[in-house]
């Protein structure tokens, strides 16, 4: 069985510093991840995924994650926050693998809440 | 217009009442999800669909049913609502192909009193 868990809930961060949110995975197999974000009274949006190719990916907006198989995590950061980033964020781990079954199934993590301050 | 659309966006039921939410999407994908989210809990899988013929339960899927009426179509039934389904409902599509990235529709907020 596949989870998601991210670290905090809740993150606040000043206007031109570093966005980091925590995403630890677990999965038994390759994983592909996605982060999503959810602007307010609005569905879930792709940033990025990994899917085994290059570990460090780009996303839109700015955003970028690092897929870490020691240290089981895929964090995303931004080198400096704006304020139309405050959303909130999903880690999400697919049940698909590289050469494996797929069944598109998405486990997500609780969610971060990205508050940007003036 | 939208890839993913659901109707109603916002709903107010009562308790024992049976609805239904709508999800059409013009993408011509063969997957569709619907999931719930809470505050605090993320989104979980109620259910999931490969095509029309093929329905499947996710991880919360009691108290919920489901209908594929076409490719496009997907609609979620709560028989008798409940309080504890008041929630935020996503439908979700992919192409069930290569990296499985999923396209969600804007949401329904629906109140069960």
């Known amino acids: 069985a596949q989870s998601v868990t991210q670290l905090g809930s809740h993150v606040s961060v000043s206007e031109g510093a570093l966005v980091l949110l925590r995403c630890n995975y677990s999965?038994?197999?390759?994983?592909?991840l996605f982060w999503y974000v959810q602007y307010p009274n609005q569905g879930l949006q792709l940033l990025l995924k990994?899917?085994?190719?290059?570990?460090l990916v780009k996303g839109i907006n700015g955003f970028e994650a690092e897929f870490k198989k020691s240290e089981t995590s895929f964090h995303l950061t931004k080198p400096s926050a704006h304020m139309r980033d405050a959303a909130e964020y999903f880690c999400?781990?697919?049940?698909?693998?590289?050469?494996?079954?797929?069944?598109?199934?998405?486990?997500f993590g609780q969610g971060t809440i990205l508050t940007v301050h003036p | 217009d939208a890839d993913v659309t659901q109707t109603p966006r916002n709903r107010i039921t009562k308790t024992g009442k049976r609805i239904m939410l709508e999800c059409s999407q013009t993408?011509?994908?063969?997957?569709m999800y619907w999931y719930r989210q809470d505050p605090g809990l993320g989104l979980r899988l109620i259910y999931y669909?490969?095509?029309?013929?093929?329905?499947n339960k996710g991880e919360i899927s009691d108290g919920y049913s489901v209908s594929r009426q076409a490719q496009a179509k997907f609609s979620l039934s709560l028989e008798s609502a409940i309080p504890n389904q008041t929630a935020l409902y996503f439908c979700?599509?992919?192409?069930?192909?290569?990296?499985?990235?999923?396209?969600f529709g804007p949401g329904t907020r629906l109140l069960v009193l």
């Open positions: 993408k011509g994908h063969d997957r």
């Open positions: 999965s038994s197999v390759p994983p592909y």
């Open positions: 979700a599509t992919s192409s069930g192909q290569g990296t499985e990235t999923q396209y």
């Open positions: 669909s490969f095509d029309v013929k093929d329905i």
């Open positions: 999400a781990v697919s049940d698909s693998s590289a050469g494996g079954t797929s069944y598109g199934k998405l486990t």
């Open positions: 990994y899917t085994s190719a290059a570990t």
